[in-house]
């Protein structure tokens, strides 16, 4: 599989960004599976920010619950992030991911190369 994100950017604390991550050479169809989020600021652990199944049902990362929503498209095989009331320490590559079962579960082999979000 491969992911490709786009969408990130540098934006002022408040203000607000939507990731997209498109998929494509999938061995099973797009809307059969889950996708994540995930960020990694420097010098800081990988955090879960939001996860999605292939029945539309999400979980969010503590940190960004309530400005962040995930959501995806099927027939443009596309998962996005919205993101609202950005903070500072919302700062951090952003990448998705496939997850294994809608838990924050990530497929080792399926991430995409990031896009940076900076807030200031």
């Known amino acids: 599989v491969q992911l490709v994100e786009s969408g990130g950017g540098s934006v002022q604390s408040g203000g607000s960004l939507r990731l997209s991550c498109a998929a494509s050479g999938l061995s099973t169809a797009f809307n059969s599976i889950c996708m994540a989020w995930f960020r990694q600021a420097p010098g800081e652990e990988r955090e879960e920010v939001a996860v999605?199944?292939?029945?539309?049902?999400?979980k969010y990362g503590d940190t960004v619950k309530g400005r962040f929503t995930i959501s995806r498209d099927n027939a443009k095989n596309t998962v996005y992030l919205q993101m609202i009331s950005l903070k500072p320490e919302d700062t951090a590559v952003y990448c998705c991911?496939?997850?294994?079962?809608?838990?924050?579960?990530?497929?080792?082999?399926?991430w995409g190369q990031g896009t940076q979000v900076t807030v200031s």
């Open positions: 991911v496939r997850d294994l079962n809608g838990m924050f579960s990530p497929e080792a082999n399926a």
């Open positions: 999605i199944d292939s029945a539309g049902t999400t």
